[in-house]
C-alpha cells in the first residue's frame, strides 16, 4: 500500500486533527486517510433526501419574497 510524509503541518492544524482522531477513536494516520475520503469522494445525496431537506428549510422559512425581492437579491451579488 502506497505512503505519503506529510510535512510542516501547521500547529493549529495538527491540533485539531488530533481532537478528532481521539474523538473518533483513531489513529492519527486514520484520521488523516478518513479526512482525505471525505475530501476526495464524491458526496452522494438521494434526490429523496434533497426534497426532505427543502422542505426542512421552507418550513423554518416565514413569509415570501416578490419577483422584484428575488431580482433585487441577485442584482446586488453582482459586481
Known amino acids: 500500500?502506497?505512503?505519503i510524509t506529510v510535512k510542516n503541518?501547521?500547529?493549529p492544524l495538527y491540533k485539531k486533527?488530533?481532537?478528532q482522531a481521539?474523538?473518533?477513536h483513531r489513529s492519527m494516520n486514520s484520521e488523516i486517510i478518513a479526512c482525505?475520503?471525505?475530501t476526495v469522494e464524491p458526496m452522494r445525496v438521494s434526490s429523496?433526501?434533497?426534497l426532505r431537506q427543502a422542505r426542512l428549510?421552507?418550513?423554518k422559512v416565514k413569509g415570501s419574497l416578490s419577483s422584484e425581492e428575488i431580482q433585487?437579491?441577485?442584482d446586488q451579488g453582482r459586481p
Do not use: N, W
Request: avoid cysteine; hydrophobic fraction near 40%; charge should be negative.
Open 9 to 11: 503541518i501547521p500547529e
Open 36 to 38: 482525505l475520503e471525505r
Open 72 to 74: 433585487d437579491a441577485i
Open 22 to 24: 481521539e474523538a473518533q
Open 48 to 50: 429523496d433526501e434533497i
Open 17 to 19: 486533527l488530533k481532537q
Open 57 to 59: 428549510m421552507r418550513r
Open 1 to 3: 500500500m502506497p505512503s
